[in-house]
Every structure is written in C-alpha cells, then in structure tokens.
C-alpha cells in the first residue's frame, strides 16, 4: 500500500506516517519504481502497535524502545506512567474547580474574573496572616464565591483564619449553606466538623435547618453537637434529645443547657425538657458528676417544676448533689421573688 492509502485506512496521517520513517520507528518494506514508500501488512500493524502504545500516554523515543528491545519490561515504564497521569488529573481538577468558581461568580468582565484569580492565589499562600487579610480585606461591594470560601473554610487549619472564612461565608447566606451541604455529610469527620461549624454559624438562614437537622444524630459528638447548639437557639425543638445527652455526657453542657433554657420558653417544651431531665437524674446509672450537670441545667429552665425538683434534692442522699440542688433552689426563689417585687 502506498502512504496515502494507508493514512486513510490507519487514521495516521501522511505527515505522522514520514516523521515516523525518518526516526526509524516505522519504515515502509519496499519503495515502488518511482520511489513511493511501499507499506506491508507487517508495517501497517507495526503502526497500530506504535498507536497504542501512544495512546497510553508512551513517548515516540519510548515506543521505539519497547517495540526493539527485547529486555524492554513495561512495568516500571507503566508505573510512571500511572503516576504520570494521576498528577495530571488532579491538575485537571484543579483546574476545572477553578473555573467552576469563577463561572459561580458570574464575572461582567475580565475585572472580576483577575479579583477571583488573585483571591484563589492569596488563599493558597503558605503565610495565615495574608489568608486572613485577603478574607478580611476585600472591598465592599465586591462579591466573593461561596465555593471559593466553601473551599477554603474545609481546608483550612489555621483557627483565625478559619474564624474569618467563616465570617465571610455567612455573609453569602443560602449560597454559603448550598455550598457547605455536601460536605456535612462526608465520611472525613473533620470536613463534617468545619462544614457543620460553618453552617451553625448561619443557622438563621432557612436552608441550614434541614442541613443541621440532619446532622443530630451523627457519629461524632462534635458535629452533633455543633448542630444541636445552633438549632437550639434557633427555637428548634428536635434539638432537645441531643442538649439533654450533651448535658449527661459533659460535652459542652453549659451551652447546652443555655439552649435548653431557650426551648424551654415554649410552656409544652418545658415540660417535657425538665421531665427528660428528671428522667435522667433519677437513672441508676448516673453517677454523681452527671447528676451535679443535670441538676445545674435544671436552673436555666422555665416554669416552677425545676424549682420544685430541686427543693426534693436539697435532700439527696448524695451530698454533693444536694448542697449544689439546694444552692440553686435558692437562686430560683430568689429569680422568682424579684418577678414578683416587679411592679
């Protein structure tokens, strides 16, 4: 076959087929009476062979390698060639996240498309304070990408300059939340944690109720109770289970009595917080550092029922329980009598 022929059979063109005569990778057998490369079976199918191997991402120097030498062993070859092309996919992903921020932010010209450049470079500097500074610092009116600052505030160790990122990103409301959702539910506990952080931090916006309901019951107690606090004081009720656990396993159980005291404004909820509560004391199980938490979130509840139980304790046979029980029955009477001296 002649070389136009086989360009049009092989899909190589003309011009591929000479480059490849001239480096000695694939000659043609014969040449005709006017002096036309000539091509054999046995030379198309060594092109096809020199296509594969290309395809696999093999240099042309490479492939003459391993289609000459008989020692050639591909696995080392191919081994770099894996890493090779992992490096460059997540150089492509980069890439492509980057773009999709830019695209979010909906640039009106080139302007807006280099402050979003120039803010993704002062992100990645090795320096917190010029992370800190570039969040802290950007011009009003200026709006930055909720996944840009999704982004960051996942990644990022540092604790101020996390505290900024999360400054920033509540003020992009429901797009912030958007942006966090799916991270609150991924199976790395420390994106769940920063993700949920950063929600409760817009607890107020409605699209965070569901993400943070759907976080009460999680495996790690730092994220539920991250989610519990920030519905809390939002006057969401489903939180109360979570603050009262919260309160008997001592993770952070003056904020969640604080929130208890909050949902406890509503009359029905009081009842059935200081009845779990109650609940909870009276357990054989409860040793006497949990039921010193449980009596001490008993004083942020509304009503007189919490009062009521604690005057019963002033007499508990544990005497830790009951001198705190009948110190913070006192301060009740007097909370009360003050209401009552209000004209």
Do not use: C
């Amino acid at each position: 076959m002649l070389i136009g022929e086989v360009a049009r059979r092989s899909g190589v063109s003309a011009r591929m087929l000479r480059h490849y005569d001239a480096l000695g990778l694939v000659r043609p057998t014969g040449r005709t009476v006017g002096g036309y490369r000539e091509y054999a079976a046995d030379d198309v199918r060594r092109i096809f062979h020199v296509e594969s191997l290309r395809s696999l991402g093999l240099s042309l120097k490479q492939i003459g390698r391993a289609l000459e030498d008989p020692a050639f062993t591909p696995s080392a070859l191919v081994g770099d060639l894996i890493q090779w092309a992992e490096d460059r996919l997540a150089r492509e992903r980069e890439l492509l996240e980057r773009l999709r921020v830019i695209d979010a932010s909906a640039p009106t010209g080139w302007q807006d498309v280099l402050r979003v450049v120039e803010l993704m470079r002062e992100l990645d500097s090795t320096s917190a304070a010029r992370r800190q500074q570039a969040v802290l610092t950007r011009p009003e009116g200026v709006s930055v990408p909720a996944e840009l600052l999704a982004g960051a505030v996942l990644t990022e160790s540092d604790p101020h300059v996390a505290g900024a990122l999360r400054w920033a990103l509540a003020r992009t409301g429901d797009d912030g939340v958007t942006a966090l959702a799916a991270a609150a539910r991924s199976e790395d506990v420390d994106i769940r944690r920063r993700a949920v952080l950063a929600i409760a931090g817009m607890a107020e916006v409605p699209g965070a109720i569901p993400v943070l309901m759907d976080r009460l019951e999680d495996p790690d107690a730092l994220v539920r109770g991250q989610a519990a606090l920030a519905l809390g004081g939002q006057g969401v009720q489903a939180a109360v289970p979570t603050l009262v656990r919260m309160v008997v396993e001592g993770t952070n159980d003056v904020d969640a009595a604080e929130a208890l005291g909050i949902l406890s404004r509503a009359p029905a909820a009081a009842t059935r917080i200081t009845s779990l509560l109650a609940g909870r004391l009276a357990a054989p199980t409860a040793d006497s550092a949990t039921r010193i938490r449980l009596v001490q979130a008993l004083v942020e509840l509304e009503g007189t029922t919490p009062l009521e139980i604690l005057r019963r304790l002033a007499g508990d046979e544990d005497r830790t329980v009951a001198l705190v029980a009948s110190a913070l029955a006192g301060v009740l009477e007097e909370r009360a009598g003050e209401v009552l001296d209000d004209p």
